[in-house]
């Protein structure tokens, strides 16, 4: 079982930066991947970013050159940061943190970004 809590978001004004955190407990040994995707209203989810164990990321067109995932670990935990620059109305939905193990994906509970003047 791996368990997945989120931290971060909120309101920010075009322009500025948010920094997401996925922390994943339990069997974070097996898991080989984590990533966040995000969903506006009337739309379908999209993947934002995932980073595998060895540390290969892939990014969304929409993101690349403004976000940036980076993933830790210790004994306890694994982690997942989203850094979040130049944020754009665009930019705004609702963000979940996956984490992946072999057959099954977790999902964290998800976290309201919002990027408005």
């Known amino acids: 079982q791996v368990q997945l809590v989120e931290s971060g978001g909120g309101l920010v004004q075009p322009g500025g930066s948010l920094r997401l955190s996925c922390a994943a407990s339990g069997s974070i040994f097996s898991i080989y991947a984590m990533g966040w995707y995000r969903q506006a209203p009337g739309k379908q989810r999209e993947l934002v970013a995932n980073i595998t164990s060895d540390g290969t990321t892939n990014y969304a067109d929409s993101v690349k050159g403004r976000f940036t995932l980076s993933l830790s670990r210790d004994m306890a935990k694994k982690t997942a940061v989203l850094q979040m620059n130049s944020l754009q109305p665009e930019d705004t939905a609702v963000y979940s943190c996956?984490?992946?193990?072999?057959?099954?994906?977790?999902w964290g509970q998800g976290t309201q970004v919002t990027v408005s003047s």
């Open positions: 996956n984490g992946d193990v072999l057959g099954f994906r977790y």
